[in-house]
């Protein structure tokens, strides 16, 4: 483990300040970190890869005038640092398996995981929890929940239905559920995970001057052979009934596509193909159930037929040790 000193109790932010600027300046041992370590200490201080690299490299600050600016630019989360200082400790030791007491999945939840590949976990947040959450969301891009002319007026962190939001104290709250992080620590065998900072969505119905913008059905992994093992997850803030604009995916395709990988014609780009004509069914769900998928299944929002807003939370743990395909097919 890394034992260098930081204020902000991250060990492992002077590792990376160092090779930052050994590569700056040209000095032998300059190899990349683990890019795994690097996004994980990032999210932790609330902190992006892009911002950060350009100070270190335009200023080559002190170890000290660096963690000044994390607090001044950042949003430190001590609950994020612990999991990812415990997570970079146990690169050597055994982590896998989970204690039957923080098991939430029962027997048939877990079947349905494995046949269809995603399961809804009831509940895992109270309902004053996912309406204090949708308020926050709400104010941030000045929405009025009665006035239903600003639910599609432009705001600088709306990115079609996306919501650059990442950090409230709200939001916070509902990623260290212990319901959602038992259930990727079961679904994983690995208690050592650690979480990503995700944003949140706002998908308003559709009507006259508005349409769906997306996204589809797709995937967040590259496509190249053999995929990794992988896990993702959102959290429903809203009622959200089929035709309102719910949270869509193939089920069960995890078991089919690398036959459906190898029957494409060579050239033919599988994400351009018609995903929609695999089966893509959408989950309905109420406010404070949490959808975990495998994320080999092709998965998206859908258009809102309904007359109220889809609102969601991403959320995601993962271990910090784990494959992933750095080439991107």
Known sequence: MHTSTSRLGLPYLKV??????RK???LAGSEPLPHNYVTAAFDALGIGLEPTYQYLYSTAPTFEDFEAWIVDNGHPSQEMILLVNKAISSATKNSKGVAQ????LDATALQHWDKEGYVIIP???SKEDCDASVRAIQETIAVDPLDKSTWYTSHPLKNGIMVQLFRHPQLDKNRFSKKI???YRQLWQNNDLIISRDRVSFNPPENEQYSFPGPNLHWDVSLKQPIPY???GLLY???TPAHQGAFTLVPGFHHKIDDWLHSIPPGVNPRTMDLQSLGATPIAANAGDFIIWNHKLPHGSSLNLGSQPRIVQYINYLPIHRDIETEWI
């Open 123 to 125: 509940n895992v947040i």
């Open 237 to 239: 803030l809203t009622d």
């Open 181 to 183: 992080a038992n259930a």
């Open 24 to 26: 700056r300046e040209g």
């Open 101 to 104: 007491e923080h098991q939430v």
């Open 16 to 21: 990376i300040w160092e090779a930052v600027l």
């Open 230 to 232: 992988g896990i993702q």
